[in-house]
């Protein structure tokens, strides 16, 4: 299932940027969709940066929200490879306010839509911080956390710090580039945790002694 909804978001992005009119925050007049220059919130906007109409913006809407969704139900299966166990119910716990703070983010604009992310940003990082922790045993997708974690907060406070709210109207490449680095990084840990536990279940099922009358 998370597996579904990570390529779902995938499409939904994908349809959403394809029809993308143009305009991104380094120049307005840029022509259709920059993979690296665009937020995912600006496919999401009924109005492209440029001041065009954005057909696609639905879908936009659809693949954060999707996202969104992929991102509680990691919070809720990824526990079963965390150790010891006792932190399992606190993850999934600060995994659902997470993603209640994050489910605003889509239909959010200006301050509404900073206070939505740092609402949700906050018992998401601690979340995780406890999911890497119980992922030791795992170095891969430990280390593979940690990047998307660390790319998450830096993303986080680059965005803060240029927020239209304090007077920007431009920023700087970096600041959607390690968005969507950020964003890489996340769907790739929660493919590799997904994946994880899949196999966890098949071994455990083989492992299961088999039952003679």
Request: aromatic share 8%.
């Amino acid at each position: 299932m998370l597996l579904a909804l990570l390529g779902a978001g995938a499409v939904a992005t994908a349809a959403a940027a394809a029809q993308y009119p143009g305009g991104t925050w380094m120049d307005r007049s840029t022509p259709g969709h920059s993979f690296w220059g665009n937020f995912l919130c600006d496919i999401a906007r009924d109005q492209a940066l440029d001041g065009r109409p954005h057909p696609g913006a639905p879908w936009g809407r659809a693949a954060e929200w999707v996202l969104v969704l992929a991102l509680g139900l990691f919070f809720w299966v990824a526990p079963a490879l965390v150790e010891p166990r006792r932190r399992r119910w606190t993850i999934r716990l600060l995994g659902a306010v997470a993603t209640l703070g994050l489910a605003l983010v889509p239909v959010t604009y200006g301050v509404p839509h900073a206070l939505a992310l740092i609402a949700g940003a906050g018992p998401g990082f601690a979340a995780t911080l406890l999911v890497l922790r119980g992922l030791r045993h795992r170095p891969v997708l430990s280390r593979l956390g940690a990047l998307a974690l660390g790319l998450s907060g830096l993303e986080l406070a680059l965005f803060l710090g240029f927020h239209e709210r304090f007077g920007a109207t431009t920023v700087p490449l970096a600041v959607p580039a390690v968005q969507r680095l950020a964003l890489l990084a996340a769907v790739a840990w929660m493919a590799g945790c997904a994946v994880a536990v899949l196999q966890a279940h098949r071994d455990a099922g083989r492992a299961e002694p088999i039952s003679t009358v």
